[in-house]
């Protein structure tokens, strides 16, 4: 029987996914096995019309200290080609993430370095300890962190970017926060209570129009305001203020009444 590395459940009650590394005796450090057995859990959540929200977090100590330092050897032995097929397993792994269209939100703690941060900047939201440390580490090891970099630079900035990815420094929850890695810092014993509340102002809104708005991020983003962003997004809203949950949305607030989407 083939060990598992994710642990994911889902509560029916509320609908949220808790996704769960779980290598803690390495920090949940990435290998082959985890990312694939993260990427099919990630692929089933997407088509899972029951799950309201994920959370990813992992077990033990830490939420994750990057690559696995095995993998990492077997890796210095293998071909440019076999190189690319993990690279794009990994990148497979964290587009999934990014474009799941349910919120997602990162509870970090402990240590979260290289990939990891990787993880944290697909999601949409990141809650973290104030004792967790963070690093772009991969200069260090004469390494590049070029598969993270689109989601860590559209979170962080290209600037920011520039300084941890060339010193690959450690740096704290607090400059994690101050850069844009990361929306809370919490004391560890707060850390869950943080995302409850988090999951608690997720859980007002209408379920198609956060969908709707994970779309619409993907569509916009990085685009010129031209006469076709215009349009497109004049045809979104159109298309969304016309479906049943736009439409009840905007009664229940002119009657002062909970949408129907809100569980008493």
């Not at 929306?183 to 943080?194: I, K, Q, R, T």
């Not at 969304?240 to 736009?246: L, M, W």
Request: contains cysteine; charged residues 25%.
């Amino acid at each position: 029987m083939n060990q598992s590395f994710v642990n994911t459940v889902i509560d029916d009650a509320s609908g949220l996914a808790t996704v769960t590394m779980d290598r803690a005796e390495v920090l949940n450090a990435f290998d082959a096995a985890l990312i694939a057995q993260l990427t099919a859990d990630l692929e089933t959540l997407a088509k899972d019309n029951g799950v309201t929200a994920v959370v990813l977090t992992g077990a033990g100590k830490s939420f994750s200290a990057g690559a696995d330092l095995n993998w990492m050897r077997r890796m210095a032995r293998y071909s440019e080609d076999e190189n690319l097929t993990d690279a794009r397993a990994l990148g497979q792994m964290l587009k999934n993430l990014h474009d799941l269209p349910k919120p997602t939100i990162a509870r970090v703690h402990g240590v979260a370095i290289g990939g990891a941060l990787g993880l944290i900047a697909a999601c949409d939201i990141a809650v973290a300890s104030d004792e967790t440390l963070f690093a772009i580490s991969e200069v260090r090891l004469g390494l590049i962190p070029a598969v993270i970099s689109p989601y860590v630079i559209a979170a962080i900035g290209e600037r920011h970017f520039q300084r941890y990815a060339l010193t690959g420094e450690r740096f704290a929850a607090s400059e994690a926060m101050r850069i844009g890695l990361v929306h809370g810092v919490v004391a560890p014993d707060e850390l869950d209570e943080s995302v409850r509340n988090v999951l608690g102002e997720l859980a007002q809104a209408s379920p198609r129009a956060k969908a709707e708005v994970k779309a619409l991020i993907l569509s916009i983003t990085g685009r010129s305001i031209d006469s076709d962003v215009v349009e497109e997004t004049a045809t979104r809203i159109a298309r969304v203020r016309a479906s049943d949950e736009g439409q009840e949305g905007v009664q229940a607030f002119l009657e002062k009444r909970r949408p129907e989407w809100i569980k008493p």
